[in-house]
C-alpha cells in the first residue's frame, strides 16, 4: 500500500510564493504518476499539475506560468511550486499517485494539506 505525506501548506500573502512536498512510501515500484489536486470550498475539485517519472507534466489552465511542478526520485518525493498566488489558489491541496497520469483519481491520496492565500 502507498502512503503519501504531503506538506508546506500555509498562510502566504497574494502574490507570495509556497511550495509543497509530498513523500511517498510503501508499494511505489510501479508509481508512474504523480500529482496534485485541490478542492475549495464552492469550488470544483481539479487536477492541479500532473508528473510521471519520465518527466512528462501537465497543468490546469488556471495555474500555467505560476506553478511548477518536479520531482526527486531519489528522495520519492513530489513538489509544487505555487508562485504569484491568488487568492482563489486557497484551497486544500492533496497529493495522489498512480501508474498513470489518467489514473490519478483512482489511485492513493494524502491527508491534505491547507493553502491559505490573504490579500
Known amino acids: 500500500q502507498v502512503q503519501l505525506v504531503e506538506s508546506g501548506g500555509g498562510l502566504v500573502q497574494a502574490g507570495g510564493s509556497l511550495r509543497l512536498s509530498c513523500a511517498a512510501s510503501?508499494?511505489?515500484?510501479?508509481?508512474?504518476?504523480m500529482g496534485w489536486y485541490r478542492q475549495a470550498p464552492g469550488k470544483q475539485r481539479e487536477l492541479v499539475a500532473g508528473i510521471t517519472t519520465g518527466g512528462s507534466t501537465n497543468y490546469a489552465d488556471s495555474v500555467k506560468g505560476r506553478f511548477t511542478i518536479s520531482r526527486d526520485n531519489a528522495k520519492n518525493t513530489v513538489y509544487l511550486q505555487m508562485n504569484s498566488l491568488k487568492p482563489d489558489d486557497a484551497a486544500v491541496y492533496y497529493c495522489?499517485?498512480?501508474?498513470?497520469?489518467?489514473?490519478?483519481?483512482?489511485?492513493?491520496w494524502g491527508q491534505g494539506t491547507q493553502v491559505t492565500v490573504s490579500s
Open positions: 495522489v499517485a498512480a501508474t498513470a497520469l489518467n489514473l490519478l483519481p483512482f489511485g492513493s
Open positions: 510503501g508499494s511505489i515500484f510501479r508509481l508512474n504518476a
